[in-house]
Nanobody, 128 residues
Framework: QMQLVESGGGLVQPGGSLRLSCAAA????????IGWFRQAPGKEREGVSC????????TYSDSVKGRFSVHRDDAKNMVFLQMNSLKPEDTAVYYC?????????????????????WGQGTQVTVSS
């Protein structure tokens, strides 16, 4: 079964940084747009960022724009979410997900229902 694995979460103080990784053990990510989502307790899952297979126009939610950046390394079969200037409201479980948009596509699906494969999530806690 195709599955993604996130890593890199943890506890960080406000203003700190973390880098999340998303890896796939048994399929190539270069055919898939990768979305990052997060879900805080009692809240709905929300989109954070997306990078297409062409990686030309990554998208970000307004709440993380200017602080988070996403990039992909297809040679390593991984996607990374660099999170800087973290705030307590960034606390959530972060998930990566894959949508088979095809090679060299600029498409970045926005809704979680558009993604076929998900990781188990990694906890990010921002607290002093």
């Amino acid at each position: 079964q195709m599955q993604l694995v996130e890593s890199g979460g943890g506890l960080v103080q406000p203003g700190g940084s973390l880098r999340l990784s998303c890896a796939a053990a048994d399929f190539s990510l270069d055919y898939y747009a990768i979305g990052w989502f997060r879900q805080a307790p009692g809240k709905e899952r929300e989109g954070v960022s997306c990078i297409s297979t062409k990686a030309d126009r990554p998208t970000y939610s307004d709440s993380v724009k200017g602080r988070f950046s996403v990039h992909r390394d297809d040679a390593k079969n991984m996607v990374f979410l660099q999170m800087n200037s973290l705030k307590p409201e960034d606390t959530a479980v972060y998930y990566c997900a894959a949508n088979p948009t095809g090679y060299s596509s600029s498409r970045c699906p926005t809704g979680p229902w558009e993604y076929d494969y998900w990781g188990q999530g990694t906890q990010v806690t921002v607290s002093s």
